[in-house]
């Protein structure tokens, strides 16, 4: 069940989208664990009532990525006032002062990646013994190169000192003799529901703050993990993207960041930990949404990065304050987007799904209906407004996401994190998974008893 819903910050300082050729799969072949794939529909709208600045802005655009055992294709479908850069691989369209904008595009996202229940099951089970699986193995010296990195000096001597002695009094013997796998699993939990309160926060922190504080969002705590992992030779990463929540409680979820508001529709915009495990593969730790082990995830990029740069942060949220309006993201199952929409007509039920929920959801917002709709109509009959179906896009690789660079501000500035660098205050769901009834204070006895 579902025990809280809590506000999540996503901070990309520094998004590095990284694509390797390596023969990962044949792990997960000889472990007899099948990759298991799913399509989804990515619906992004936006509805600009006034700028205060004239600027190129960029909507969410989760492409094709290769990431080891992790596959994912995306093509457009439509798309309405805005255009798709090929330097910086995003729909993006631009305002001018006093000016009013609406826009959106539809993706179609096939993602594909080691099946969830195999995973699940593997994670449960170094939970309950960390002993399980080997304690050796070879780790490919392109993954060494990328993910294994000196860890901070305070996570190894706080956080790590305190971790090795939670796992002695849980486990009764040292985390030394455990495996990889199993330090890989109990680190995660001690980090994510141990030694830090998970807490929503309207600026990113420090690794400093984070462990002075001990409280941080699901980006902090992932960060931290990456270190805490590194120490004991184990190869990280973060995954951006957008965990699929079919839940009641997010049909419509919306934030407002100065005057601006985010509306959610199941999804929910989120960060988590995978860590390479020889004889695994890449391994999710995502024990605060269950991403890759209850939940099915799309990805926006994956990034060893974990320093937090507080300039672009302040630039992010004074971008927010200069612009009035709303934006409304969507991810439905294929299932779903075929029973909604008449596929004879798929263009024109798309567009007149956007536009009904927009205009209702502006009734929540500062916006007007009446604005709203009159923005709505302005642009839907304007001449240079044009209504499209269109092809995949084209890059000279095929996977226009994996080229190895930072996504910088300083030609676009981005409303939303999860594309560009910037922070905003975004929601997701704590669903316990793996731990449900385990609790903080009596961790020994609950991490046994919950499998």
Not at 33 to 51: D, M, P, W
Not at 208 to 236: F, H, T, W
Not at 314 to 340: C, D, N, Y
Request: aromatic share 12%; glycine share 4%; with cysteine.
């Amino acid at each position: 069940m579902i025990k809280t819903l809590v506000i999540i910050m996503l901070l990309l300082t520094a998004l590095v989208v990284q694509s390797v050729s390596t023969n990962y799969n044949q792990v997960f072949i000889e472990n007899n664990i099948e990759k298991q794939c799913r399509v989804f529909y990515f619906i992004n709208a936006i509805l600009i009532e006034r700028s205060e600045i004239n600027t190129t802005l960029a909507l969410e655009t989760p492409g094709n990525i290769t990431f080891y055992d992790i596959n994912q294709t995306s093509k457009p479908l439509i798309y309405r006032n805005v255009f798709f850069n090929h330097t910086t691989n995003l729909f993006e369209f631009n305002v001018t002062i006093n000016s009013s904008f609406y826009g959106y595009h539809v993706l179609e996202i096939k993602v594909c990646y080691p099946n969830i229940e195999a995973m699940y099951s593997i994670v449960a089970n170094a939970l309950k013994s960390p002993k399980t699986g080997s304690t050796s193995g070879d780790i490919p010296e392109e993954i060494k190169n990328e993910y294994l990195k000196e860890p901070y000096r305070r996570v190894v001597e706080i956080v790590g000192s305190n971790y090795t002695a939670w796992f002695m009094r849980t486990y009764k013997y040292n985390v030394t003799e455990a495996s990889k796998l199993g330090i890989a699993v109990t680190a995660a939990y001690f980090v994510y529901r141990v030694f830090f309160e998970y807490d929503a926060s309207g600026l990113p922190r420090t690794m400093d703050q984070v462990i002075n504080e001990r409280k941080g969002d699901c980006d902090d705590l992932s960060r931290i993990l990456v270190e805490l992992l590194n120490y004991y030779e184990i190869p990280a990463t973060i995954a951006y993207g957008y965990v699929y929540l079919p839940l009641s409680d997010f049909e419509n979820y919306s934030i407002t960041i100065r005057n601006f508001t985010y509306i959610f529709r199941y999804n929910g915009p989120h960060a988590f930990t995978l860590a390479y495990i020889p004889g695994y593969g890449w391994i999710s730790l995502d024990l605060l949404a269950g991403s890759l082990l209850t939940y099915d995830f799309v990805f926006e990029g994956f990034s060893r990065v974990t320093y937090i740069n507080e300039t672009i942060v302040r630039e992010v949220e004074e971008l927010h304050a200069k612009i009035h309006g709303l934006q409304f993201m969507t991810l439905l199952s294929e299932e779903f987007f075929k029973t909604i929409f008449d596929p004879a007509n798929l263009t024109s039920s798309i567009e007149a799904y956007i536009n009904r929920t927009l205009i209702a959801l502006t009734s929540s917002t500062n916006a007007t209906n009446n604005t709203s709709t009159e923005i709505i109509s302005e642009t839907s009959s304007s001449e240079t407004s044009t209504e499209t179906t269109v092809t995949p896009i084209e890059s000279t690789s095929n996977e226009y996401l994996n080229q190895t660079h930072p996504r910088s501000i300083t030609n676009v500035l981005q409303l939303f994190p999860l594309a560009i660098l910037s922070a905003v205050l975004i929601i997701t769901i704590v669903t316990v998974l793996l731990i449900l009834s385990i609790t903080k204070e009596k961790p020994s006895t609950s991490i046994q008893s919950s499998f």
